[in-house]
């Protein structure tokens, strides 16, 4: 019996799909870590049902747009989880005026390990948009904060590695609708629908590759991991539906216009010609090395209890 001390892991965004998962897995193991959850409020609604599930679960309140909270917060512990949000409205209303307010989250949370002398970071971000599209697609603000995130935390003087979650599964339920008749499902997408992409399901899948990276720290630093069970279409997707719920399902095209945010916009033609993947074309190799299966398009509507679209 192992009579090592439990790994003290600070997890981010803990009350979110990421840091979520990565909460749920770790605090399955309390024999193997002591998770210390960061939120900026531990009276949201979802806090507190997450304080209720695991009272093992270390609650502290801190802000990653107040680099004043955030020693405090990763004090003491062996192993942080960081991720940053895009889509909140500090850093929506920022842009146009500081295309950095995203990055600028990811350094605080890195400076705050750094000063703390954290020995082992694993941070979520997404690669260069600029630079898979060799400096053609360069509005995609999402992608860039976050890979300019890892750029500067790989320079640090602290090991650490990297994930990068695939395309939502998720992202099927909010394109979901029925059809005029209302006995067909149509998942829109605004994109070929018979093109394959790397997919992953934010909520399943995140938490296993980060508890991997952890345990396997001295293989995994200064890494960069994709997290993708594997690619597959928007019509795969749509097939899968059915099969898993009888439910009549078809997929449809978008054009990218249909998005007023030029950030969305610039995703989407992104991956109408570029693997967002390619830098790392042996990952679905890697991922056999993680003790988990990975959600494909069924598990994914097998276990996300999905039975249609409000009518």
Known sequence: MSTAKPL???V????????????????????????RAITRSTKSKTAQELIAKYPQVQWVEADIEKPESLRPAVSNANVVFGVTQFFQPSVLSAVGTNEDAEFQQGKNIIDACVAENISFIVFSTLPSAKKLSNGKITEVLHFEGKYKIQEYLLAQPIDSAI?????????????ASWNESGDTVVISFPGDVNRKLPYADVNRDTGPYVKYVIDNRDQTKGKVFPVSSGYYSTTDIANALTKVTGLKTVAVELPTSVFGDKDLQGMFELIKTHDIFADSPNHLKTNKKVPFEFTTPETFWKTSGFQGPPK
Do not use: C, D, K
């Open 8 to 10: 003290t892991v600070v």
């Open 12 to 35: 981010f965004g803990a009350t979110g799909n990421q840091g979520g998962s990565v909460l749920r897995i770790l605090a399955e193991h309390p024999e193997s870590y002591t998770v």
């Open 163 to 175: 994930v990068q979650l695939g395309i939502y599964f998720q992202n099927n339920i909010q394109g």
